[in-house]
């Protein structure tokens, strides 16, 4: 059993999951079977979706079916020759208050019933507990852990380590950091039936960030009850590998049909905004009319169409290095969501440390939520700790950026460079070029064909935080560097005035001279000839710096 990680982009990662029964492909969906009502099959499953995995419970297996099933073996039993997962019904016990079985029993069976990937036997921390009560989920959960080792008989199986603590996220530390002690193959969050209901998506942002920093990273993590595709992006972006649903199911029988951006009540349709080979054949209104039964059913699979292609995309995503970008589109999808993705900003440092750093493809910008990406982070940290400055530099010019990258070699600054070169001979080595540029603030001269500065695309106006940051990230250079003079060519109308502000305010605190320059147009020859002139009377020797 082993876990390989083949491509990555921010936590999400497409890997390889061996299991007794084959090899499986993350992140993963297991559709939840339920034994008793099946509104797909795992036959169909199999045939129609090219389904690798579901997943299956083992104590409302071994109520109903006992034997047969330890006879016949889970995958006959089903009829699914993929990986079958059990969840131990630890969720079921606690809502129906059965205590017809123990830890060691539910390990037993599913050991018995030839189960791939099994679930220990946790107490789930519900929604609103206190926190004593929540604590001994968290302790009792780990004390049954503790116990599988002598519990179990096979190597075979994969075994899951759920992970407690609810929206106590002390607790959901500690349990993380208690349960990656122990040798499990996957390890799972189980997340309060009300975050999904209720779109708790920033309290599941703590939580799962909390869990994925104190677990072993090279292993997969199952997100217990993430049934819907809308947060696929948001779940995947931050870890998760591993989806069960039952959403599709339970969905259908409440007629209500899912897509990217939420769910929709079936009788509310006028046209299906999908292709799958449900809603090709039929519309909302012949679908209506349908017998019950047949008409659950074909939500069912509709749902579950839905389900496995935003899948594809999120891994297609991830593939290209654009996942960011796809998080930023379903975030806007609905407002729970995007205040979620309001959250990633608290995990920024975290987010960069694990993500890669080479990219396939250029980056989007879309607004200040963009700030928080692990690119934009990086570039800060390396300009404010690990840059300096060309030795010999003295003269810092700040040049606006341009609709053109890399920024040197657009007309506006070659304009502008050349004339330097003309008109300062031998002093050049001391001028130092930068460009103030959003996303990224600063950008030196000879870094702006480094990825991703110049690869990039971002969209005007822009917003008063990018304008804020930029700000603030040029102030903290100039704060931090030793330029004898600073000259700023001012585009006024980008940046509302802000970047004047900052350079002003740290200027003044470093006693550094300061010149600005700016006009309704910047790039023209007026206003150019004068920002020249500055440079030129900034280098001679009263100036006491050449
Ligand atoms: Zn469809």
Request: aromatic share 10%; hydrophobic share 40%.
């Amino acid at each position: 059993m082993s876990f390989e990680i083949r491509d990555r982009d921010l936590l999400g990662r497409i890997g390889r999951f061996e299991t007794k029964s084959g090899v499986v492909e993350t992140p993963l969906l297991l559709p939840v079977i339920n034994p008793n009502v099946q509104s797909v099959s795992p036959k169909t499953l199999q045939k129609e979706f090219n389904c690798r995995a579901l997943i299956t419970n083992a104590y409302i297996i071994k109520k109903n079916f006992k034997d047969v099933a330890v006879e016949k073996r889970i995958h006959s039993f089903l009829d699914f020759s993929g990986v079958v997962m059990t969840d131990s019904g630890a969720y079921q016990i606690l809502v129906y208050g059965d205590v017809d079985t123990n830890p060691e029993e539910i390990v037993r069976y599913q050991e018995k019933i030839d189960t791939d990937i099994a679930t220990i036997l946790d107490v789930p921390t519900e929604w609103g507990v206190s926190k004593r009560y929540a604590r001994h989920t968290v302790n009792e959960t780990l004390s049954r852990a503790r116990k599988l080792a002598g519990m179990k008989t096979r190597d075979d199986t994969a075994w899951v380590g759920p992970v407690q603590g609810g929206q106590h996220l002390d607790l959901v530390a500690k349990s993380a950091r208690e349960m990656g002690k122990l040798p499990f193959q996957i390890y799972a969050l189980g997340s309060p039936v009300p975050v999904m209901e209720q779109y708790l998506f920033d309290i599941l942002v703590d939580m799962i960030m909390t869990a994925k920093m104190n677990l072993p990273q090279d292993h997969p993590l199952h997100l217990f009850g993430a049934g819907h595709p809308f947060m696929f992006a948001l779940a995947v972006a931050l870890g998760c590998d591993f989806f069960d649903s039952a959403a599709y199911a339970i969905y259908a029988r409440e007629d209500r049909y899912m897509t990217n951006y939420g769910t929709t009540k079936l009788s509310e349709l006028k046209f299906f905004p999908c292709s799958c080979p449900v809603c090709i054949k039929t519309d909302p209104d012949s679908l209506m009319a349908t017998p019950k039964i047949e008409r659950h059913e074909m939500l069912a699979r509709h749902n579950l169409h839905v389900s496995f292609s935003e899948l594809r995309r999120i891994k297609q995503a991830i593939f290209e290095g654009r996942l960011w970008e796809h998080l930023e589109l379903r975030g806007h999808g609905h407002p729970k969501l995007l205040q979620a993705l309001k959250k990633l900003d608290k995990y920024k440092e975290y987010l960069e440390k694990q993500s890669s750093v080479t990219k396939k493809s250029g980056l989007f910008f879309f607004s200040y939520l963009g700030l928080a990406r692990p690119e934009v982070f990086r570039h800060r940290i390396r300009i404010l700790k690990r840059y300096s400055p060309p030795r010999k530099a003295k003269v810092l010019i700040l040049l606006p950026q341009t609709r053109t990258k890399p920024f040197h070699k657009s007309r506006e600054h070659q304009k502008v460079l050349k004339e330097i070169k003309k008109r300062t001979f031998e002093n050049e080595e001391k001028i130092h070029v930068c460009t103030y540029a959003a996303p990224f603030g600063i950008i030196p001269i000879e870094l702006d064909e480094v990825y991703p500065l110049s690869q990039n695309e971002i969209a005007t106006p822009l917003d008063a935080e990018t304008i804020a940051y930029v700000e603030k990230q040029v102030a903290d250079y100039i704060e931090i560097t030793s330029y004898k003079k600073i000259i700023l060519l001012q585009d006024e109308e980008t940046w509302k005035g802000k970047i004047l502000k900052g350079c002003r305010r740290a200027c003044r605190k470093k006693k550094t001279p300061f010149t600005v320059l700016s006009g309704r147009q910047i790039w023209d020859e007026n206003t150019l000839k004068d920002f020249l002139s500055a440079i030129q009377d900034n280098l001679g020797p009263q100036h006491g710096m050449i």
